[in-house]
């Protein structure tokens, strides 16, 4: 069996290179319609998985911070235990005072210890405070959570539609579109995509029509707008940088521009009066 010769993409006439440059771009456009349809959801339900992990992240860094707080507070109720222990000691000892130096350091004890407390107790009420604050902040949180967790599941079923609906499609799409790259030259090829990339609307390839760009209508000169029609080189905008393509060759039927009626005379009031001017006598033989 004869083997099939494989040509190279560089070898094909212009003409083939601009009709294979053309299909492909009409593959991608479907694809982008595809994308288009999806809208804004993939992000949409991006962003929201995102925020769910920064609200699950900010609701164990707070619960670690009450936990802190609250371990803080039985160290400080430990703290007034002892010194209320101590302050009862000391009173206890000064019913056995020997002299007043010892009844002074006793007293002096004593007030240092309910300072302690009165400072213990003072700390207590903020850290309870703080604690009240941190546990608003993990309601909120968890609530906002919830409300998020339910959105990003109707989000996703949504997408999910979607892309059930045009996956095999864009699949299909995609192969196609693969295939019809391995026919056309790589330098030429990524040109094309480079266009296609600094476009707004994707479209690397584009027909005249009205004399002018497909893509950014700018005026196209009658010689360029002959060497298109040649498809003997590859011409391109030189607004836009699109790829120009013959609209006959793109497959397009371009309707001829309608020819204008010409337009009535208008007669003037000075035609009507010169219209209703009395016969001569000439006139009337």
Request: charged letters at 40%.
């Amino acid at each position: 069996m004869v083997k099939k010769k494989e040509i190279n993409p560089a070898e094909l006439p212009v003409e083939e290179k601009l009709k294979n440059l053309y299909q492909l771009q009409t593959m991608l456009s479907e694809i982008d319609k595809i994308r288009i349809l999806r809208g804004e959801l993939p992000l949409e339900v991006e962003d929201l998985e995102d925020e769910i992990e920064g609200l699950k992240t900010r609701v164990e860094n707070t619960t670690d911070e009450v936990n802190q707080i609250r371990g803080r507070i039985n160290e400080l109720k430990t703290k007034i235990e002892l010194a209320t222990n101590k302050v009862n000691e000391y009173k206890s000892q000064l019913d056995s005072v020997r002299n007043n130096r010892e009844y002074d350091t006793l007293n002096k004890e004593i007030e240092y210890q309910q300072l302690d407390i009165e400072l213990a107790q003072k700390h207590i009420k903020e850290a309870q405070a703080a604690e009240k604050t941190k546990e608003e902040v993990i309601e909120r949180s968890k609530q906002t959570l919830e409300e998020r967790t339910q959105d990003l599941e109707v989000k996703k079923n949504e997408l999910d539609e979607i892309v059930a609906e045009t996956k095999a499609e864009e699949e299909k799409l995609r192969e196609k579109a693969k295939n019809l790259e391995m026919q056309i030259e790589p330098r030429l090829l990524q040109s094309f995509k480079r266009i296609r990339k600094n476009t707004r609307n994707g479209l690397g390839i584009v027909y005249v029509q009205r004399d002018a760009c497909g893509g950014c209508f700018a005026k196209i000169p009658p010689q360029r707008q002959l060497d298109v029609r040649m498809r003997k080189k590859i011409i391109v905008c030189e607004y836009c940088g699109r790829i120009l393509i013959d609209p006959e060759l793109a497959g397009v039927k371009i309707d001829a521009p309608k020819e204008e009626k010409p337009k009535r005379k208008r007669t003037t009031s000075r035609t009507k009066k010169a219209d209703t001017t009395t016969p001569t006598a000439n006139d009337v033989e």
